[in-house]
């Protein structure tokens, strides 16, 4: 299978007959402008088409161009304001249509349910013992962090890390929260 072959700016020069001195330019200074073209663009095809349109609007001018020493910043100056015209008349993918497309709503969680849940957990933190208690009951319910926790009991942030994930560990295993998982 073959691949698509992109556009190129030698087709320019070949179509430029009429205009030797455009075929000249076209021929030398082609790879840098199409370098520029590949700095506006994402796809390497779209840079050569892009060029292909410049150095089209430059044939058009040719005559009317004065400074032929200033070609490069007028192709430059015609990729740029073609890029921009590309970008102004991109496709929109936005479709109309008769209802909106709503994500179905997720039920609201059963108000009953997540107090039993409340009350299953607290009857498991209650089972910890005292310190680990204290530890879970700071860091998790009144949110103070690993160091905040340490402070206020008087303990070093290891002790809190280490007592709090095996009260965590037990909490897992606790059979009345087995169903919840």
């Not at 455009?22 to 840079?47: E, H, I, Q, W």
């Not at 609007?57 to 400074?67: G, L, N, Q, S, V």
């Not at 530890?135 to 002790?159: F, I, K, N, P, W």
Request: charge should be neutral; hydrophobic fraction near 40%.
């Amino acid at each position: 299978m073959t691949t698509p072959v992109c556009t190129s700016a030698s087709k320019a020069a070949t179509h430029a007959s009429a205009y030797p001195s455009f075929a000249t330019y076209v021929r030398a200074r082609g790879p840098v402008l199409l370098r520029t073209a590949r700095s506006l663009t994402a796809n390497p095809c779209d840079a050569e088409d892009l060029l292909q349109t410049a150095l089209t609007k430059t044939y058009i001018a040719w005559e009317r161009i004065e400074d032929h020493r200033a070609l490069d910043g007028y192709v430059r100056r015609a990729l740029l304001n073609t890029r921009t015209s590309q970008w102004r008349k991109r496709k929109v993918d936005e479709f109309a249509c008769d209802e909106l497309p709503e994500p179905e709503a997720v039920p609201a969680p059963d108000p009953a349910e997540q107090q039993v849940l409340r009350d299953a957990m607290w009857r498991a933190v209650m089972k910890l013992p005292d310190r680990q208690r204290a530890m879970v009951v700071l860091r998790y319910y009144e949110d103070l962090s690993e160091a905040q926790t340490a402070e206020v009991l008087e303990v070093s942030v290891g002790t809190v890390k280490s007592a709090v994930s095996r009260a965590l560990g037990k909490l897992r295993e606790d059979p009345e929260l087995t169903p919840v998982r």
